[in-house]
């Protein structure tokens, strides 16, 4: 079955660096759009970065611009996250995502924690 799992979490002070990773299976990895979501306390899941199958093409969530950077390794069916810059504000449990023919599958999540 499929399974996201996601790794690399941590506590880091503000302006500091973290690098999430997303192990996939149980699915064609190379076939599919992955997403990074985050989630603080209180507030809504948002969508922080997507990138395109064969990792040529990104997108990001305007609060993390030129300090995020996602990737992928479809030999390892593994995407990552590089965190730079990071600030209290990106405290949040992150998520790996994709959707498949309208279902979407997520990880588990770990928890981004930024000390000011």
């Known amino acids: 079955q499929v399974q996201l799992v996601e790794s690399g979490g941590g506590l880091v002070q503000s302006g500091g660096s973290l690098r999430l990773s997303c192990a996939a299976s149980?699915?064609?990895?190379?076939?599919?759009?992955m997403n990074w979501y985050r989630q603080a306390p209180g507030k809504e899941r948002e969508l922080v970065a997507t990138?395109?199958?064969?990792?040529?093409?990104?997108n990001y969530a305007d609060s993390v611009k030129g300090r995020f950077t996602a990737s992928r390794d479809n030999a390892k069916n593994t995407v990552y996250l590089q965190m730079n810059s990071l600030k209290p504000e990106d405290t949040a449990i992150y998520y790996c995502?994709?959707?498949?023919?309208?279902?979407?599958?997520w990880g588990q999540g770990t928890q981004v924690t930024i000390s000011s």
């Open positions: 149980g699915f064609t990895f190379s076939s599919w759009y």
């Open positions: 990138i395109t199958t064969a990792g040529s093409s990104t």
């Open positions: 995502n994709f959707v498949r023919w309208g279902t979407a599958y």
